[in-house]
């Protein structure tokens, strides 16, 4: 900018272009010809000392006029020359003008007031640039202090979302790895059980088809471990190793010969020995073990037939063979024929709750026939079981080492204690729910419960009790599997139950639209703190009738119970919530006119970091759209596809079948 420069020297004006205060320092020094020590406004002589205020000037003024002063020289501002003359011209008047009229003094007086008038304005157009600069520099300081905190927010959900796109990818891996299986057939290969033996063969084949239908990444490898009895020497034990060669297969279970067997009771230990032998390797392994006699020792029968009362003959113990399932993560599957094992799976089950394990499941084979559908369930559940573990562990593999108790309503003994009850309170909006905040209500109550849990899922054991207000009322109290302090807090608890409360609420919703005959309610939820210890657990009605798990947060559809209505429900959150997320992990009861559900997830991609760790974000949301099926209902909502949908219809059974 061109700025005129008086000297105080010999009021000489000069012409510099500058557009900063340190540029025109030197330039006018070079121009006139000695040092300057300040410069000050030509027309009110206030000093310019500070760029800023310079730069200021510069813009707000179209001719800037500026006083350079001389290094050395004693300047004092002088009064306005405008005024200085007018005031001259009124003592002139006053000393020469008796016979000036009074008007014309008034006049003169007026001018004078005037540009007085003009100087406290030109001093308030000062005063008002400089708080203008001070309140613009304060802002840019406040502005770069804001921007400096937001980009480290970003940073750090960057760093967030990283971390969490590593973790679900490392999970969805793990889960297609827990669809993999090692199963061994033992069985007792005695002269009774040739039919079944003949079935193992016809098995296999059947459990391949069936879960190669319902899990995309299924693999088996398979074995066959055949007992008899102490007495039958080289054939007392026959196994073939873990292969997936289903003709290999086939052609040893055509060799073994149902034969041998001494007394009423069998090598059984003989054969766990051998399945502890196996290589085994997928993370998925079952043991499906069939027999119809006990093994041998007196504590495992009542009264058999037995030439070894006092145990196998050979030394092995069944606290160390079932140590060593328990320590090969083996899921135990017994085929019960009649009675006479009943007493010998009480003892393992024994032993089990001692190391902890995972108790013998048993399931009763009146019939042949039931052998295929009892395998492949086994292996289904496993497959289940390991996919919830790696949900577990990817939260946390510090889990607390608590052993279940046996559940019987009539014979359970509850403890009573005093707790803090917090229960959502009824006038919780829901209408946004990206900022939902929900709302609880506090009271002290008495409660009843056991001492330790008797399930246990991937997140939480569950515990029977009562809340004594409510007159008995059967009730679940639900504490979470891990042992870090976070996860008891009841800032976790909040947020571990947030999910049930929201998915009750979408369920309210779906049901005012819901063209199915079925209503669908999720159990209310609540949270305790038991006040002797601390310790938070959930809190929800106890439901009498049969657990299913519909379908799960990674895209598994169990086809066995699949409904319409609860997958509909599904794509009908995501309508609903304009693909903010949707309700998945359905599982529960289900009676003549509704299901009664409990324990969801909700995938939600965008807030990836809420709903608990059971929200797997925009991959969950895929898989379950990779294997959904639009049916009549939800058509008759008129729910468009997702672009991830491959599958397009759905037969009348309710099972999937793609277009050709």
């Known amino acids: 900018m061109i700025i005129k420069v008086f000297n105080n020297v010999n009021s000489d004006c000069k012409n510099i272009f500058s557009n900063n205060l340190e540029s025109l320092f030197s330039k006018c020094e070079q121009k006139l010809g000695f040092k300057v020590s300040k410069f000050l406004l030509k027309d009110d002589h206030s000093e310019i000392d500070d760029?800023?205020?310079f730069q200021e000037l510069c813009t707000n003024n179209s001719q800037l006029q500026i006083l350079a002063i001389r290094d050395g020289t004693d300047f004092k501002a002088d009064p306005d020359p405008g005024l200085m003359q007018a005031k001259a011209r009124l003592e002139k008047l006053w000393t020469s003008s008796m016979t000036s009229s009074d008007s014309h003094f008034d006049s003169q007086l007026k001018k004078l007031n005037d540009l007085e008038l003009k100087s406290d304005t030109f001093r308030h157009k000062e005063k008002s640039l400089e708080e203008r600069l001070k309140s613009l520099t304060e802002k840019t300081l406040l502005t770069e202090e804001l921007s400096k905190t937001r980009l480290k927010s970003l940073e750090e959900r960057v760093a967030k979302a990283e971390a969490y796109r590593y973790k679900i990818s490392n999970l969805f891996h793990d889960l297609k790895q827990a669809e993999k299986v090692d199963l061994c057939f033992l069985v007792d290969a005695t002269g009774s059980m040739s039919s079944y033996i003949a079935e193992a063969k016809t098995v296999i084949h059947k459990i391949i088809h069936k879960m190669s239908i319902k899990f995309q990444n299924f693999a088996l490898r398979f074995s066959f471990i055949g007992y008899r009895d102490i007495s039958d020497g080289l054939k007392r034990v026959e196994v073939f190793g873990l292969s997936q060669n289903e003709e290999c297969f086939r052609a040893f279970v055509d060799n073994i010969q149902a034969t041998g067997g001494a007394d009423e009771c069998e090598d059984v230990f003989g054969g766990l020995e051998e399945v502890t032998k196996l290589d085994w390797k997928n993370p998925s392994r079952v043991l499906f073990h069939i027999g119809d006699a006990p093994c041998h020792g007196s504590r495992f029968h009542s009264g058999a037939n037995d030439s070894y009362p006092g145990g196998d003959p050979r030394g092995l113990d069944i606290a160390c063979l079932l140590k060593k399932l328990v320590n090969l993560n083996i899921n135990y599957y017994f085929g019960e024929i009649n009675g006479s094992t009943g007493k010998m799976i009480e003892e393992f089950n024994l032993e089990l709750r001692k190391l902890q394990g995972?108790?013998?499941?048993?399931?009763e084979l009146s019939s042949i026939d039931l052998m295929?559908?009892?395998?492949?369930?086994?292996v289904e559940s496993t497959i289940m079981t390991s996919k919830s573990m790696s949900m577990a562990y990817s939260t946390s593999k510090n889990l607390k080492p608590v052993a279940l108790l046996e559940l019987d309503w009539k014979l359970v003994n509850l403890c009573r204690e005093k707790v803090e009850f917090y229960q959502v309170n009824v006038d919780t909006n829901f209408d946004d729910l990206k900022n939902v905040v929900v709302a609880y209500g506090k009271k002290?109550?008495?409660?009843?419960?056991?001492?330790?849990?008797?399930?246990?899922?991937?997140?939480?054991?569950?515990?029977?009790?009562?809340?004594?207000?409510?007159?008995?009322?059967?009730?679940?109290?639900?504490?979470?599997?891990?042992?870090?302090?976070k996860y008891n807090t009841m800032e976790f608890m909040k947020e571990s139950i947030e999910s049930q409360i929201v998915a009750c609420y979408l369920a309210k919703e779906f049901d005012k639209v819901n063209p199915s005959k079925k209503r669908i309610r999720f159990l209310d939820i609540g949270f305790i703190r038991r006040i002797r210890d601390g310790k938070y657990f959930s809190c929800e009605e106890y439901t009498e009738s049969e657990f299913i798990k519909f379908q799960n947060n990674a895209g598994f559809i169990n086809t066995d119970d699949y409904s319409t209505t609860l997958h509909a429900f599904v794509h009908w959150t995501f309508h609903f919530t304009g693909g903010y997320l949707i309700v998945t992990d359905l599982q529960g009861t289900k009676g003549p006119n509704e299901f009664v559900l409990t324990d969801p997830a909700i995938t939600c991609p965008e807030d990836f970091d809420r709903f608990s760790s059971t929200n797997l974000g925009i991959k969950g949301m895929h898989s379950f759209f990779?294997?959904?099926?639009?049916?009549?209902?939800?058509q008759k909502l008129n729910l468009s596809p997702h672009p991830k949908q491959t599958i397009k219809n759905v037969n009348h059974d309710g099972l999937m079948t793609e277009l050709k």
């Open 372 to 378: 295929a559908e009892t395998a492949i369930k086994s």
């Open 51 to 53: 760029d800023q205020i």
């Open 626 to 634: 990779k294997t959904h099926v639009c049916n009549h209902i939800c």
């Open 358 to 363: 995972n108790l013998i499941k048993v399931t």
């Open 444 to 485: 002290i109550l008495d409660v009843h419960m056991m001492e330790g849990p008797f399930a246990k899922g991937s997140l939480r054991f569950a515990y029977a009790g009562s809340i004594e207000e409510k007159k008995g009322k059967k009730k679940v109290f639900k504490e979470s599997i891990f042992a870090d302090e």
